[in-house]
């Protein structure tokens, strides 16, 4: 099955799928880097927002905000949870925007849905476009070179008479510029089982060669993977927070 079939297929249990994560702490926590690195701007916009639980923050902290994801029936449900907000199905490497913006968000690690070096490329270049001077890029991403392939997510979760189990871990295969993020989810009801499995493609970097390809758009700063404290990345984590801010025109 695709990847974009999944999640259409899926797209009702989206929000299951994602109940352990906690888009408040995330979402303040890029709201309060952007108040230290960005122009003080309002506008924004989230690259993948799913079905628009982070956008729902940021409107809620007094954003102008947006979202942009490929998937359709996850836009559907994104403007039911934000009927205020603007939701756009596009291509986060190959997007534009009516006017620039102020922040620019990708959590949960969907920047690597780029799949590939050339595609995060064009997608770096899509953002820095879509800023205006002194606005801010925030996003989360996986260094490859520090995945351990037997180590996975999982967490349950019982919804209108069924049991879900839902599973994710990465997969890098040591070299190039491809991973996946493997996908299992189980329904159970009423004692049948059904599973679906999938193998996301990912585009796989590490944190040095990430920030050399920021460097050509943006002032980098890179902090450690908790949304509780602002904590310098010590370079031995592999997962990061980076904050990219875009340099007023000479």
Not at 8 to 31: E, F
Not at 64 to 79: E, K, T, V, Y
Not at 200 to 227: Q, R
């Amino acid at each position: 099955m695709s990847t974009n079939a999944l999640y259409t297929d899926l797209s009702g249990y989206y929000d299951l799928m994602c109940a352990d994560i906690d888009y408040q702490a995330q979402s303040h926590s890029a709201r309060r880097l952007h108040q230290l690195f960005g122009n003080q701007g309002r506008q924004h916009l989230d690259l993948a927002c799913g079905t628009g639980p982070h956008v729902r923050h940021f409107l809620d902290f007094g954003y102008h905000s947006s979202g942009l994801d490929l998937n359709q029936p996850m836009l559907d449900r994104a403007q039911q949870r934000c009927p205020e907000a603007q939701f756009s199905c596009q291509n986060m490497c190959d997007f534009r925007v009516d006017e620039p913006l102020d922040l620019i968000t990708c959590f949960l690690y969907s920047l690597h849905y780029s799949g590939n070096t050339a595609s995060l490329m064009a997608s770096l270049a899509c953002v820095h476009r879509a800023l205006r001077d002194g606005g801010v890029f925030i996003f989360n991403a996986v260094d490859k070179d520090q995945i351990d392939n037997a180590s996975f997510a999982r967490h349950s979760v019982d919804y209108q008479g069924s049991h879900f189990t839902f599973q994710s871990g990465w997969h890098y295969r040591g070299t190039g510029d491809g991973q996946t993020l493997q996908l299992s989810i189980d329904k159970t009801t009423d004692g049948v089982t059904e599973s679906w499995q999938d193998a996301h493609p990912m585009v796989a970097v590490n944190f040095a060669e990430l920030a050399s390809l920021l460097a050509h758009y943006f002032e980098v700063h890179i902090f450690e993977h908790d949304y509780d404290t602002i904590t310098p990345w010590q370079g031995n984590s592999g997962n990061a927070l980076f904050v990219c801010v875009k340099a007023a025109a000479v």
